[in-house]
């Protein structure tokens, strides 16, 4: 029970911090001003590790390789832990560890996009005015605008995040179908 608990727990932190570091890439990618709420928030979060790293990575055509390099950072410790707390020796492992590592750096875009995504769909119903809107609309637009052109208008509904969702959903599967027989557990 102790072992479940601290899996949760490690999964809930790193997820969220990995997010966060990916977040505050995808925010320079895209060019959300430095002055702006969420911005400001995630670089708060994260400053601790990327500002250092940046020292050293540079970044390149707009993409910010110090966030991205500390994001597979924390996906290396924290599989070092789940392998840790699943008992696997970790010398024996050490190739695996960064191909699970990578996969989980894909895995918290896809669900920092999925999330993201039903945040800018609530929104949109909810309080289109909302000073997050056009932050999410910029983060969210690369990814639903190529869907917006496939599919069908349905009279002012926008089916397109509901395809987006079930895209990563699948995507999701398949990722840790893939951790799962690296490693013989999910991560």
Do not use: C
């Not at 994260?46 to 970044?59: A, E, F, K």
């Not at 966030?67 to 410790?77: Q, T």
């Not at 932050?135 to 089916?159: C, H, S, W, Y």
């Amino acid at each position: 029970m102790f072992g479940d608990i601290a899996r949760f727990l490690l999964n809930t932190i790193f997820t969220l911090f990995g997010a966060a570091l990916l977040l505050r890439a995808w925010l320079q990618f895209v060019r959300v001003p430095a002055y702006n709420p969420v911005t400001h928030a995630v670089q708060q979060v994260t400053n601790w590790i990327v500002l250092p790293l940046r020292r050293v990575i540079p970044g390149l055509r707009g993409i910010d390789w110090a966030s991205i390099v500390a994001a597979l950072v924390a996906a290396i410790v924290y599989v070092l832990l789940m392998f840790w707390l699943g008992g696997i020796d970790l010398v024996s492992q050490l190739p695996m560890l960064v191909i699970v590592a990578v996969l989980t750096v894909v895995k918290w875009a896809l669900n920092l996009l999925f999330w993201l995504t039903i945040l800018m769909a609530l929104l949109s119903w909810l309080n289109p005015r909302s000073p997050a809107m056009p932050v999410l609309f910029e983060l969210t637009a690369p990814f639903l605008n190529p869907l917006r052109r496939i599919l069908p208008q349905m009279g002012g509904l926008d089916l397109s995040p509901i395809l987006l969702f079930v895209i990563v959903q699948v995507l999701l599967m398949v990722i840790t179908r893939a951790v799962v027989s690296l490693t013989l557990f999910g991560i």
